[in-house]
């Protein structure tokens, strides 16, 4: 029963599967204890950003293609 575990870094972005779950990680590589902050299951971490995305973009901005002003 040795599950060799999964991780998959993308910057300071960490996600790990723990049996057959994702959970997702913020790496602290800039401090000095190297540690990692935990964010929460990878399906909870979706949902909030898919439903605060359809509510008016990132912090309550509207989303926009184009140099800025226009």
């Not at 972005?13 to 994702?22: A, C, D, Q, T």
């Not at 990680?25 to 909870?44: A, F, V």
């Not at 979706?46 to 989303?63: E, F, H, M």
């Amino acid at each position: 029963m040795n599950e060799k575990k999964k991780t998959y870094t993308f910057g300071d972005i960490i996600i790990r599967e723990v049996k057959r779950r994702y959970y997702v990680y913020l790496s602290r590589e800039s401090s000095t204890d190297g540690k990692e902050h935990y964010i929460g299951p990878l399906d909870d971490v979706v949902k909030k950003n898919y439903i605060k995305n359809r509510s008016g973009g990132v912090w309550g901005l509207i989303p926009h293609s184009g140099p800025a002003g226009i």
